[in-house]
T-cell receptor, first 114, second 114 residues
Framework: NAGVTQTPKFRVLKTGQSMTLLCAQD?????MYWYRQDPGMGLRLIHY???????AKGEVPDGYNVSRLKKQNFLLGLESAAPSQTSVYFCASSPPPDRGHGYTFGSGTRLTVV | AQSVAQPEDQVNVAEGNPLTVKCTYSVSGNPYLFWYVQYPNRGLQFLLK??????LVKGSYGFEAEFNKSQTSFHLKKPSALVSDSALYFC????????????FGAGTTVTVRA
């Protein structure tokens, strides 16, 4: 039972480098989300998707881009990494809201930008 | 305005004592409320949710939470804490029933000492 899988688990980037974080879910969920977790700030929504081919901005979208070409995958890109993007990134997925379900989370990606 | 607040950054209890983690919300109507737990270097795991019905909700690992509409609270409780309950706990609210986005509190670190 894989659920939500994130790759990579750890990454160190130099300022200005780019990278893509991959999120894959096998629960046929329509909705997918990218959050970042910083100490004392809880989880903040970066971008989300309500279905294949759709994306939307969350609370803190600047410096990130996303794509949802396939229903099961949600990619988060950093085009030019900055030290302020050092964080732990979590992907999550969920069924439609009227079912009253919460999210299923991946195990996270710890990113350090030096 | 923040939709959900966890007023305590840290809660420390002795093993065997009752554990309470506080959460208050500030959305109108009848929200969906959730509790998640995060163990070190892991993703968030679902504990329990309140959708409707009985105000006392039972969840995983012996946890329960009480929905109090008049006090707009959803406190997490466990009658007898274990050392293994030491973790970071997040309260979350779906700001309205048709909204798929969850708003998370800043988190409360629980430490249970032997």
């Amino acid at each position: 039972n894989a659920g939500v899988t994130q790759t990579p688990k750890f990454r160190v980037l130099k300022t200005g480098q780019s990278m893509t974080l991959l999120c894959a879910q096998d629960m046929n969920h329509e909705y997918m989300y990218w959050y970042r977790q910083d100490p004392g700030m809880g989880l903040r929504l970066i971008h989300y998707s309500v279905g294949e081919g759709t994306t939307a901005k969350g609370e803190v979208p600047d410096g990130y881009n996303v794509s949802r070409l396939k229903k099961q995958n949600f990619l988060l890109g950093l085009e030019s990494a900055a030290p302020s993007q050092t964080s732990v990134y979590f992907c999550a997925s969920s069924p439609p809201p009227d079912r009253g379900h919460g999210y299923t989370f991946g195990s996270g990606t710890r990113l350090t930008v030096v | 305005a923040q939709s959900v607040a966890q007023p305590e950054d840290q809660v420390n209890v002795a093993e065997g004592n009752p554990l309470t983690v506080k959460c208050t919300y500030s959305v109108s109507g009848n929200p969906y409320l959730f509790w998640y737990v995060q163990y070190p270097n892991r993703g968030l795991q679902f504990l329990l949710k309140y959708i409707t019905g009985d105000n006392l909700v039972k969840g995983s690992y012996g946890f329960e939470a009480e929905f109090n509409k008049s006090q707009t609270s959803f406190h997490l409780k466990k009658p007898s804490a274990l050392v293994s309950d030491s973790a970071l706990y997040f309260c979350a609210v779906r700001v309205n029933r048709n909204d798929y986005k969850l708003s998370f509190g800043a988190g409360t670190t629980v430490t249970v000492r032997a």
